[in-house]
């Protein structure tokens, strides 16, 4: 068992922000991450060419500076507001559960992307946009694969512009959204140069790639075989055609991770965290900065993280405020920009995958009266991934909200749970 | 210039750069990662570590998250059935 002042969970932006000005303040910090190495999603490192751009670079370095611990590879499972956290390692030889001990509490849990279902979305080849974009970064070459990205939101032109540059050939962007819903956004930009420079390198890298906005995928198309993607159907409302591909990179914009932050008990606005204007959620010990309050990308969440530490560290945070309004502001409009449209709502057929893990079909749903009949009479939601994928999907297919969210968060192998603080040897353990 | 390792994926040799997570290099070597309950091929979709379409045995441990892994020199993978 570990004790620390700060505990810190998630090493996005958000989270080294965080750690970085409460250990700078004197707080003895531990930084908690899921994956193998600090970053986050937005700077995860790629083992073909170094990206560790001026920002992130400058970020890490204050972090290594400020005396903060940071253990990646830690991925949390169990908390209690009275201030105790369990994660499980899991390496390629062994698993391990610890416990840490807190005073205060910062969750910089992040966000996912929202996948939606459509006829053919579970075959092989058809991946999440930043979904793939991470899988090239760890080492899946693309070079000279017919890609399309498809779905929401900003990330879409920035995932195509990378793929493009690792030698995918992208054939398409499609973009949901309608024009005129962009546009607002669009203009805003106008005032944020850095954004809009940004914009503009995107779509220069993919000068020779359409981007279509009011369209979107209709169905994922197998080849001969069955088993891999080959062609998608698109359309844009009035007309439907196919397009073929090798992959096809599809997310809808992003949805929060909220779940560490609903097992502590903290109270929810919608679908996000609550905070003040310290980034404390409704438990006084508890904070909470970055995508779990409200999906406002890379500048919100650093400055939030940055009030946060601060305000574990007892240190005042008021000429940070109008820096953290003015990015949540950001965050509001791009949710009008990319809202989701109707018509995706009726993309699912009866035998169409709805929880990928379970192998429950939209059928199996339909006639259901919302979670709690789903899961008794059908386990959607029920498997490894804790509805993680299928829940939003659920949420806008059939209205549900989610209900109760109980611990462990993922799946825990049992030997490691009897063995916590040990190493748990994996190798016979069937 | 990254060095490469030997993994066998699948009863099958593969050659890949280290630093390559096990999910990448089964989407290079065109395995799927995991046989889902009606019998149907998966592979990678989030890349990171929440979906578990990803899940392999890895060294003949099941359900192991392969986008969070990464290759090992003469580690054994297969596909999750």
């Known amino acids: ?95 391990r559960v610890d416990e840490f001990r807190f005073e205060k509490l910062i969750l910089a849990t992040g966000a996912r992307e929202r996948f939606l279902p459509f006829p053919g979305w579970t075959l092989p080849g058809v991946l999440g946009a930043g979904g793939l974009q ?123 991770n909220t779940q560490i932050a609903e097992l502590l008990g903290c109270q929810l606005r919608g679908s996000f965290v609550e905070v003040d204007a310290s980034q404390r959620t409704s438990l006084e010990n508890v904070f909470c900065a970055g995508e779990p309050t409200g999906i406002a990308g890379l500048e919100a969440a650093l400055v939030q993280g940055e009030i946060a530490g601060l305000a574990c560290a007892g240190r005042p945070t008021a000429a940070l405020r109008q820096r953290g309004a003015a990015a949540r502001a950001f965050g509001v409009r791009m949710e009008k920009a990319f809202a989701l449209r109707k ?25 259901r009266t919302g979670w709690t009949d789903a899961k008794l009479q059908t386990r959607c939601g029920m498997g490894p991934c804790q509805g993680r994928v299928c829940g939003p999907a659920v949420e806008h297919l059939l209205g549900w909200r989610p209900v109760s969210v109980r611990q462990p968060l993922s799946p825990v192998p049992l030997e490691a749970l009897c063995l916590q603080g040990e190493t748990a040897d994996i190798g016979h353990n069937d | ?60 441990t099941p359900h192991r998250r392969t986008c969070q892994i990464q290759c090992e020199p003469d580690m054994t993978v297969e596909t999750d059935r």
């Open chain 1, 134 to 256: 991470a899988l090239v970064r760890s080492g899946y070459s693309i070079v000279g694969k017919r890609v399309i990205v498809a779905g929401t939101g900003p990330l879409l032109l920035a995932v195509a512009a990378h793929l493009a540059e690792d030698g995918a050939v992208v054939a398409g962007v499609l973009e949901q959204a309608p024009l005129g819903q962009m546009l607002p956004f669009a203009m805003s930009l106008l005032s944020d140069p850095a954004k809009l420079m940004q914009g503009a390198g995107y779509r220069r890298k993919l000068w020779k790639t359409p981007y279509r906005t009011g369209s979107w995928i209709v169905e994922a198309i197998a080849g001969n075989d069955g088993r891999s993607l080959a062609a998608v159907r698109i359309t844009d409302g009035a007309r439907t055609w196919s397009e073929p591909c090798d992959l096809l990179a599809c997310g809808y914009h992003l949805i929060p």
């Open chain 1, 343 to 367: 018509e995706l709502r009726s993309l699912p057929r009866a035998d169409t995958i709805v929880c990928r893990c379970e192998d429950v079909a939209f059928g199996d749903l339909q006639h």
């Open chain 2, 1 to 60: 210039m990254p060095d490469f390792i030997s993994v066998t994926i699948n009863g099958t040799p593969n050659r890949v750069a280290r630093g390559t997570s096990i999910a990448a290099a089964m989407l290079l070597a065109a395995q799927p990662n995991r046989i889902s309950i009606t019998g149907q091929p998966r592979s990678a979709l989030c890349g990171m570590g929440i979906c578990f379409e990803c899940s392999a045995v890895v060294n003949g």
């Open chain 1, 1 to 95: 068992m570990m004790r620390t002042e700060v505990l810190v969970i998630g090493a996005g932006p958000a989270g080294i922000a965080a750690a970085t000005a409460a250990a700078a303040n004197g707080r003895e910090v531990i930084l908690l991450d899921d994956n193998p190495a600090p970053g986050g999603q937005i700077w995860r490192e790629s083992i073909a060419h170094a990206n560790g751009v001026g920002m992130k670079q400058r970020a890490l370095d204050l972090l290594r500076r400020s005396g903060a611990q940071i253990l990646p590879g830690h991925s949390v499972f169990a908390a209690d507001a009275s201030g105790t956290v369990q994660t499980l390692q899991e390496t390629s030889i062994a698993t």
